[in-house]
């Protein structure tokens, strides 16, 4: 399995820019999440999945669009890139099944994450 | 809304050492996880501890333990005999439980860098 897998990992924007962070998981999972990582706040909730065809908004969910039309699939996409989207950012994926004592149940699975840097 | 802090924003310990990572949350809620993430320098996000609220013993895996306090709302991670590996940013998160399970949903405090030192 190659679990979370995030292109690309590095990218520079312009301003007005637009982009899609491609998200994949081969884990079958049915929740998937967008986190953005900056200095001195950890990681906040963008955008989140919970099946296809299903999204919903977290925490920073503004200048960013999500869509989920596969298991398997969730880009991120920015319609017009500003410098306050600087940031690292990492798509998630768990499972939503399980009962507390299996092994991995509540584990979230990280992708390498992507930066981003919007001049 | 639940908040997670962590109010130490670098550490350091020498190799063989113990150290104890803070963090504190807050909450209304009865039924959640808390976890500990380590993020290295390779940037990926790794699973270290993980504690179920209802339980009363504190989790362990290895070099590591958490001091779990609910009624205070405490959970510090304990790094017995640190490593130069154990050099990374760790993270303490919290997820509530909804209904019959896992939301998903998780809720990460600002961050502490460790360094480890030979």
């Known amino acids: 399995n190659a679990g979370v897998t995030q292109t690309p990992k590095f990218q520079v924007l312009k301003t007005g820019q637009s982009m899609t962070l491609q998200c994949a998981q081969d884990?079958?999972?049915?929740?998937m999440s967008w986190y953005r990582q900056d200095p001195g706040m950890g990681l906040r909730l963008i955008h989140y999945s919970v099946g296809a065809g299903i999204t919903d908004q977290g925490e920073v969910p503004n200048g960013y669009n999500v869509s989920r039309s596969t298991t398997e699939d969730f880009p991120l996409r920015l319609l017009s890139a500003a410098p306050s989207q600087t940031s690292v950012y990492f798509c998630?994926?768990?499972?939503?099944?399980?009962?507390?004592?299996?092994?991995?149940?509540?584990?979230?699975?990280f992708g390498p994450g992507t930066r981003l840097t919007v001049l | 809304a639940q908040t997670v802090t962590q109010s130490q924003p670098e550490m350091s310990v020498q190799e063989a050492e113990t150290v104890t990572l803070s963090c504190t949350y807050d909450t209304s809620e009865n039924n959640y996880y808390l976890f500990w993430y380590k993020q290295p320098p390779s940037r990926q996000m790794i699973l270290v501890i993980r504690?179920?609220?209802?339980?009363?013993q504190n989790a362990t895996e290895n070099r590591f333990s958490v001091n779990f306090q609910k009624a205070a709302k405490s959970f510090s991670l304990k790094i017995s005999d640190s490593q130069l590996g154990d050099t990374a940013m760790y993270f303490c998160a919290f997820m509530k439980l909804a209904g019959s399970g896992n939301t998903g949903k998780l809720i990460f405090g600002q961050g502490t860098t460790l360094q480890v030192k030979p």
């Open positions: 884990m079958n999972h049915e929740y």
């Open positions: 504690q179920e609220a209802y339980k009363q």
């Open positions: 998630a994926s768990t499972t939503l099944r399980g009962t507390s004592g299996q092994s991995r149940y509540n584990e979230q699975f």
